[in-house]
């Protein structure tokens, strides 16, 4: 039985860590949002790391990030990783199996602005302080307005898919 509930949360995450690779690819090619990021592929890799623990959050954020990056065809800078991973630890680590959308709340823009260091240092490393500072300040202002679409949607979801997601979350009774 405990190999079957290993094999559910590893189909679950893949599954998620998908969803997330198609909207990354949406906002990059239908939308043509090709090197500023908007994080709303994060939102699947939230819902995972919140249902699945920290630790599947973060490899959600490392396999979602790289199979992105090989459809978009761009050359991999692994220093950005880093920030799809801290989407999958933040969220898990705050918020598994203690969920309130309070906590949601906070721990979304808390670990919005954890992720925006994490690709400015990721950008100043590869292309230099001047433009991706600019970055820096644009991105620190698309917090709030971003913020809030993401809790809206990841608490909706979250709350519909409660009674699916109980099984990886509450810990087995004793009798």
């Known amino acids: 039985m405990n190999g079957n509930k290993q094999l559910q949360k590893i189909v679950l995450a893949a599954s998620l860590a998908a969803v997330s690779v198609v909207i990354d690819v949406f906002f990059k090619y239908v939308l043509n949002i090709q090197h500023f990021g908007v994080p709303f592929y994060a939102i699947p890799i939230i819902i995972g790391s919140i249902v699945l623990g920290p630790l599947y959050?973060?490899?959600?954020?490392?396999?979602?990030?790289?199979?992105?990056?090989m459809i978009a065809g761009e050359?991999?800078?692994?220093?950005?990783?880093?920030g799809p991973m801290i989407w999958g630890l933040m969220p898990g680590l705050l918020l598994h199996k203690k969920y309130s959308p309070l906590k949601l709340g906070w721990a979304i823009p808390l670990t919005y602005v954890l992720v925006s260091l994490s690709n400015t240092l990721a950008g100043v490393v590869y292309f230099g302080s001047e433009v991706t500072i600019l970055y820096l300040y644009l991105r620190l202002s698309l917090i709030p307005f971003n913020s809030v679409i993401m809790f809206?949607?990841?608490?909706?979801?979250?709350?519909?898919?409660?009674?699916f997601t109980e099984r990886y979350t509450l810990e087995p009774q004793k009798t």
């Open 57 to 69: 959050g973060v490899i959600m954020g490392f396999i979602g990030d790289g199979i992105g990056v």
């Open 75 to 82: 050359g991999y800078l692994p220093l950005y990783v880093i």
């Open 152 to 163: 809206v949607i990841i608490k909706d979801v979250y709350r519909k898919l409660s009674p």
